[in-house]
């Protein structure tokens, strides 16, 4: 069992940046793939990025050049570095492990235009 936790969320301007984190209740060493998924409202739920144990990254076309995903394995935490905010990623943002899968809250981001 392992439980998540988002954090960074918030109201940003449109070109604004916010980092996300996920921290993990236990090590994370052993969950090869770890996630960030949004939904927006009234939108169902769609993969933003991916990072693999060895840190290999791939991310949705809408984000790609903005936003950069990356784990800290010794701090348990993964992060979700979004640049260039635009009103279409106004969401809310969850972390997920595929080995067993976990999930956390949810951070909301807003972003005016």
């Known amino acids: 069992q392992v439980q998540l936790v988002e954090s960074g969320g918030g109201l940003v301007q449109a070109g604004g940046s916010l980092r996300l984190s996920c921290a993990a209740s236990?090590?994370?060493?052993?969950?090869?793939?770890m996630e960030w998924y949004r939904q927006a409202p009234g939108k169902q739920r769609e993969l933003v990025a991916v990072?693999?144990?060895?840190?290999?990254?791939n991310y949705a076309d809408s984000v790609k050049g903005r936003f950069a995903i990356s784990r800290d394995n010794a701090k348990s935490t993964v992060y979700l570095q979004m640049n260039s905010l635009k009103p279409e990623d106004t969401a809310v943002y969850y972390c997920?492990?595929?080995?067993?899968?976990?999930w956390g809250q949810g951070t909301q981001v807003t972003v005016s235009s």
């Open positions: 236990r090590s994370i060493f052993s969950f090869n793939v």
């Open positions: 990072v693999t144990g060895s840190g290999s990254a």
């Open positions: 997920h492990v595929i080995r067993g899968n976990y």
